[in-house]
């Protein structure tokens, strides 16, 4: 699946929520535990999370895209136990074919007393996880940066047609002798953004850009 520049899919999920399946196969029962993760360092605790709530289980094999949709520099996995390359590249596979970013999956593995076989196991573990996020809830997700801009009342509603035509999204607006916005300004529009504020202020705005506030 295509992703657009600077925006892809990401969990319809709120902070700590998670998204989960089970299915018996052969016995054996496979929860599916999916969430919404950014970066390496939230993958990896998403997945210890996960791994301590089902200690309890023989398996716990992982998959995790913590950047965005298809990019693998942050992407990993593990077996956990099963077979080499019977789990957890499988499952990446899926995750980084998806079309969906900053995700990860954990595939819990009570063993029912019968064997899968590698085969089987692939599919398995394979399958979990594409079944799972099919149906997982997600939202397009827009890389912003975020500035901060000063200038004169006689300039607000310039700027605020500018954030329309631009996507940007008011963070914050106060006003005393002058007018102070914080604004979130899609990446592939900030040069735009930028050049199109100093323009409608007759070069008068000050603008600062201020880290991301996503």
Not at 15 to 43: M, P, Y
Not at 45 to 71: C, E, L, Q, T
Not at 183 to 203: D, Q
Request: with cysteine; hydrophobic share 40%; net charge neutral.
């Amino acid at each position: 699946m295509e992703t657009e520049e600077n925006a892809w899919l990401v969990p319809d999920l709120k902070d700590g929520a998670v998204f989960e399946t089970k299915v018996v196969i052969k016995r054996s029962i496979f929860i599916t535990t999916v969430g919404r993760v950014r970066g390496l360092e939230g993958a990896k605790k998403f997945v210890a999370d996960i791994s301590a709530k089902y200690s309890d289980a023989r398996h716990n094999p992982f998959a995790f895209n913590g950047g965005p949709a298809g990019n693998s520099g942050f992407a990993g996995c593990s077996d956990d136990g099963e077979p080499h390359g019977t789990a957890g590249q499988p499952m990446l596979q899926v995750v980084l074919h998806s079309g969906i970013g900053e995700v990860a999956a954990v595939v819990t593995r009570y063993f029912g007393g019968i064997k899968l076989g590698t085969g089987g196991l692939v599919r398995a573990y394979q399958g979990c996880v594409s079944d799972t996020m099919k149906e997982l809830p997600v939202k397009k997700f827009i890389e912003m940066k975020a500035f901060r801009v000063r200038l004169s009342m006689a300039y607000i509603g310039a700027l605020k047609r500018l954030m329309g035509q631009t996507g940007a999204e008011t963070l914050e607006e106060n006003y005393g002798a002058e007018a102070d916005f914080l604004v979130n300004v899609p990446i592939k529009e900030e040069k735009r953004f930028a050049a199109a504020v100093v323009s409608l202020s007759s070069g008068s705005a000050i603008l600062s850009e201020v880290p991301a506030l996503q």
